[in-house]
């Protein structure tokens, strides 16, 4: 991009367009689904207009997927920062729990298209979204391991199984979370006891407590 075009707010303004149009129609129609012509539909204008803006349909997904890793990041950064410096390291995990469910069902396109459609897409365009999504999951690490350093959660975890196995069921309620039927908050306290009672050790009334 030229900076004449970086810094045009019109060209900016639709380029946005785009990109959200392509995030709505990725999250809903997935990779093979997602048309350029729906794109530019949704986007308010003409489907060659898009290759002003993006050289290929691929590049235009690509972006997409990308900002959408970067987005939950940033996200979950400010979470985390806003919480008080004394929040027991198991609140901070049920804090990443919350803000992941957050962002990926109600908060944004784009990590929703993000996450349904990584498994889709073709090697060469997951490169970056891998990259953001090893930025995302660092974050995850350090609560871990944080928590496992204050002697807060179960000796016999595997720490790197147990962040797996959490963050997997947590991009999988993508897939089947109806807001018709179930509100989200009702999805995220469900997420929170279930990860709560999968790391934290047994109290002695065989409850899971510090």
Known sequence: ???????????????RRILDATAY???????????????????????PAIYYYFDSRDYLIEEVLACGLADM??????????????????????????????????ISDYTTA????HGQIPLHLRIRADQEGDRYGAIWRQLFDDAANAGALRKDLDLRIAQMLIMGALNWAAEWWDPSRTALTA?????????????LPVNNEGDPGA
């Open 187 to 199: 999805v995220v306290g469900a997420a929170q006891d279930l990860v709560r009672g999968a790391l």
């Open 73 to 106: 990041r940033e996200h979950l950064v400010a979470m985390l920062a806003a919480l008080p410096a004394d929040t027991p390291p198991i609140d901070r995990i049920l804090t990443a729990v919350e803000a992941h469910l957050r962002h990926e069902l109600q």
């Open 114 to 117: 993000s996450i349904r459609n």
């Open 1 to 15: 991009m030229t900076a004449a075009r970086a810094g045009d707010t019109k060209y900016a303004r639709t380029r």
């Open 25 to 47: 129609l990725l999250s809903r129609k997935g990779y093979a689904g997602t048309r350029l012509s729906d794109v530019a539909q949704r986007a308010a204008i003409q489907t």
